[in-house]
């Protein structure tokens, strides 16, 4: 980034005591952040608290925030019903070492939604879930490889750490063994043909594992018939289908994206919106495979049983509030409010782009947006954007120095997006948040094309 960047400057005159925090963060973490999509040059905003669709930094700015809990807070932040089950559940204790009553009501109600979820194993968190998807699998058809697809982000544990924004070529990342990574199979997600040869000829594959809306929650999206496609060919190879719902699991519907696009998987992983916005991931899925878990089943049938400890699976706090949320989703229109919304934004963005005359363009399903920030300088009609159109190594790209002042330039209108160039949108977003939206995005593309050429319309 330009040292004299306008749009630097500005935002460093509004956010001092961040600054400040930021500076005190250098000295304990590297990079002064603890999660990497929270890197922001140069520094983040440190937030105090947060209600609904808002959240205040610690200088006392609004914003509308599309970050949303990174996907977690379907219902906003605060929601009343979800703080009083976990009040009452702190009442009871942290932590008791024992099962308890919340974790059976928190099963419940992702079976409830999800058919497909005969059983059900918590864990900590969406890595972790994927993880132990993996073992399932391995396990349950004594198969050593994992295929996946570039681009698809599946958490940051060995077998997923290449292949999603780089070595799309399968080469280990540092601190990855060479003989870890070479037990997976990358794959073109457009190319339904290929995957059906790599199956074809590589018997020793367990399970194909997939963001079922497309990589990076749907950032590079797949073909609408592409997972229906994946479904028979895996069943026709004895392969497991394995949907990664940390991101879309009750987002994109009720039930998923396995409701949505009509299509059973034979495990899913969840996390995020599972959890109601406290740590929490599942894995769930077919009885006869989650019984790798189960202690009578490995008896009865003479199998070793798969070791699955954890300290925080299930923890109470947040089984009470991941049954309240789901419980609320369930009953309630949440889901349809959210997307409805995201339908209305998506144009509004692409409208105030076409006025601007940049060639960029807003893009999505349900309750999310992305930005195609075209850094080939294509041409680009926002209005008439088709993302099927464009290559998945292309449409994820984003120059990072263009996209961090785009980041600062919206947070000086007071919307804040992730660092990917996308947001999640939750029930509580409404027509005040939608117009200040709208405005800020158009006085940050001003900003940003008067401080560079950006490609146009």
């Given amino acids: 980034m330009l040292s004299n960047s306008p749009i630097q400057n500005k935002y460093v005159e ?27 040059t140069p520094y983040g905003i440190y937030v105090e608290r947060a209600l609904g669709s808002r959240k205040w930094d610690v200088d006392g700015n609004e914003y509308v925030d599309y970050f949303g809990g990174h996907g977690a807070l379907m219902l906003g932040h605060r929601n009343a019903e979800v703080e ?29 939604l999800m058919p497909a979820a005969e059983r059900i194993r918590f864990t900590a968190s969406g890595t972790e879930a994927t993880l132990l998807a993996m073992r399932l699998a391995r396990a349950y058809t004594g198969r050593s490889r994992i295929a996946r697809f570039r681009t698809h982000f599946h958490g940051w544990h060995d077998h997923m750490a290449f292949g999603v924004s780089g070595h799309f070529d399968g080469t280990a990342t540092p601190g990855v063994l060479r003989e870890v990574a070479a037990q997976v199979l990358l794959l073109d997600p457009d190319d339904i043909d290929a995957v059906a040869r790599a199956l074809e000829n590589d018997p020793d594959i367990a399970a194909v594992i997939l963001e079922p809306t497309g990589g990076g929650g749907g950032m590079a999206p797949l073909a609408p018939d592409f997972v229906a496609q994946l479904r028979q060919i895996t069943e026709q190879h004895g392969v497991l289908l394995i949907m990664d719902e940390v991101v879309t699991g009750f987002r994109v519907h009720k039930g998923g994206a396995q409701s949505l696009l009509g299509v059973t998987p034979d495990l899913i992983s969840l996390a995020k919106i599972l959890s109601g916005g406290l740590p929490g991931g599942a894995v769930a899925g077919r009885a006869d495979i989650l019984d790798h878990l189960d202690f009578q089943a ?4 003479s199998f070793e049983k ?10 109470p706090l947040s089984a009470a509030a991941g049954a309240k949320t789901l419980e609320i989703i369930a009953s309630t229109d949440a889901t349809e409010r959210a997307a409805a919304f995201g339908a209305r934004l998506r144009p509004r963005l692409n409208q105030v782009f076409a006025d601007r005359g940049l060639a960029w363009a807003a893009y999505g399903e349900q309750a999310s947006f992305f930005v195609f920030m075209n850094a080939k300088g294509q041409a680009v009609d926002p209005l008439n954007f088709d993302p099927l159109a464009i290559p998945y190594q292309e449409i994820k790209a984003k120059p990072p120095g263009l996209m961090n002042r785009l980041r600062l330039a919206l947070l000086i209108g007071g919307v804040d997006i992730s660092g990917s160039g996308g947001g999640v949108i939750s029930a509580t977003h409404d027509d005040n948040d939608l117009e200040r939206t709208v405005t800020a995005f158009d006085q940050a593309a001003a900003m940003l094309m008067a401080e560079e050429d950006l490609p146009r319309t």
């Fill in 84 to 112: 009083g089950c976990i009040q009452e559940a702190l009442a009871a204790g942290t932590h008791f070492g024992s099962s308890h009553q919340f974790e059976v009501a928190w099963a419940a109600s992702v079976q409830a």
């Fill in 298 to 301: 490995a008896a009865d049938r």
């Fill in 306 to 315: 798969i070791h699955h400890p954890g300290t925080f699976n299930a923890n």
């Fill in 14 to 40: 509004r956010t001092p005591s961040s600054r400040a925090l930021a500076e005190q963060a250098g000295a304990y973490f590297p990079s002064a952040i603890t999660h990497d999509s929270r890197h922001t």
